[in-house]
């Protein structure tokens, strides 16, 4: 059984900074890209970055330059780190991990953005 668990969400002020990690456990066949996306209410689920096992990443074009994504293979891990935040990216942010079977989500961590 795979696990997916994210943490590190929670409430910041605008301009503020936070990090969210994530972390794959369990059987796991080869891991292509691990990732997050996030989900605003009333709104779709969207991708924010994700990083390929080879160092290769890709970014939502609204999150360049304030979000960065890297990734530990060694530990199936991946992590966001989000700066100068805007209440705009109030949401629940949700960790993809990809393999060359079958692709699993974390339940997601929920950032809010307000002074």
């Known amino acids: 059984q795979v696990q997916v668990v994210e943490s590190g969400g929670g409430l910041v002020q605008p301009g503020g900074s936070l990090r969210l990690s994530c972390a794959a456990s369990?059987?796991?066949?080869?891991?292509?890209?691990m990732g997050w996306y996030r989900q605003a209410p009333g709104k779709e689920r969207e991708l924010v970055a994700a990083?390929?096992?080879?160092?290769?990443?890709n970014y939502a074009e609204s999150m360049k330059g304030r979000f960065t994504v890297s990734r530990d293979n060694a530990k199936n891990t991946v992590y966001l780190q989000m700066n100068s935040l805007k209440p705009e990216d109030t949401a629940v942010y949700y960790c993809?991990?990809?393999?060359?079977?079958?692709?699993?989500w974390g339940k997601g961590t929920l950032v809010t953005v307000s002074s």
């Open positions: 993809n991990v990809r393999t060359i079977g079958p692709g699993y």
């Open positions: 369990g059987t796991i066949l080869r891991i292509v890209t």
């Open positions: 990083a390929g096992s080879g160092g290769s990443t």
